[in-house]
Antibody, heavy 121, light 107 residues
Framework: EVQLVESGGGLVQPGGSLRLSCAASGFSFSSYWMSWVRQAPGKGLEWVANIKKDGSERYYVDSVKGRFTISRDNAKNSVYLQMNSLRVEDTAVFYC??????????????WGQGTLVTVSS | DIQMTQSPSTLSAYVGDRVTVTCRASQSISRWLAWYQQKPGKAPKLLIYKASTLESGVPSKFSGSGSGTEFTLTISSLQPDDFATYYCQQYNSFPYSFGQGTKLEIK
């Protein structure tokens, strides 16, 4: 069974940093692209970042470019999101997600439970 | 960047009704479109991918169609469990993007 478990959320002041982790199990982690998706309170879903199987390609939504970094450790079956220069508008539940296939061509079939990041003074 | 626009934003319907949600892309995304259902406090659930392929385990009352820039999600014979928020998402090119959501409410 595929499992994605996020951790690392919490309360941080504007301008601060936070590192989210997603521990994956139940599948061959190094064979899949991995993603982060967020949802601000009461708002819709926003794709944040993707990382290729071997970490060689990374993509971001414009609003986090230069501030967030997605990375992975295939030996630890984990994907990370380093978030710097956090803003109030980054407050959201952050989900780790994985496509249904190894080519990232079938939508996000698997999701974690989410971890809440609150940016506030 | 590709913008996804869903309509309507809110949809009121009766149990037993058949409803349709529309999603438009600002440029062609071929058939690289997924539909999700989300209930309060829960992660989204994948319903349909590649515009019309039903995800395993999802009831056939859900169906998707379209290609290029216009897509639809149809839900037949609404049941109480179907009342939720629905999102479309394009994965044709980065940055991926979601529609703003359609909240399906019981009338």
């Amino acid at each position: 069974e595929v499992q994605l478990v996020e951790s690392g959320g919490g309360l941080v002041q504007p301008g601060g940093s936070l590192r989210l982790s997603c521990a994956a199990s139940g599948f061959s982690f190094s064979s899949y692209w991995m993603s982060w998706v967020r949802q601000a309170p009461g708002k819709g879903l926003e794709w944040v970042a993707n990382i290729k199987k071997d970490g060689s390609e990374r993509y971001y939504v414009d609003s986090v470019k230069g501030r967030f970094t997605i990375s992975r450790d295939n030996a630890k079956n984990s994907v990370y999101l380093q978030m710097n220069s956090l803003r109030v508008e980054d407050t959201a539940v952050f989900y780790c997600a994985r496509a249904g296939d190894e080519y990232d061509s079938s939508g996000f079939k698997h999701w974690g439970q989410g971890t809440l990041v609150t940016v506030s003074s | 960047d590709i913008q996804m626009t869903q309509s309507p934003s809110t949809l009121s319907a009766y149990v037993g009704d058949r409803v349709t949600v529309t999603c438009r892309a600002s440029q062609s995304i071929s058939r690289w479109l997924a539909w999700y259902q989300q209930k309060p406090g829960k992660a989204p659930k994948l319903l349909i991918y590649k515009a019309s392929t039903l995800e395993s385990g999802v009831p056939s009352k859900f169906s998707g169609s379209g290609s290029g820039t216009e897509f639809t999600l149809t839900i037949s014979s609404l049941q109480p469990d179907d009342f939720a928020t629905y999102y479309c998402q394009q994965y044709n090119s980065f940055p991926y993007s979601f529609g703003q959501g359609t909240k399906l409410e019981i009338k």
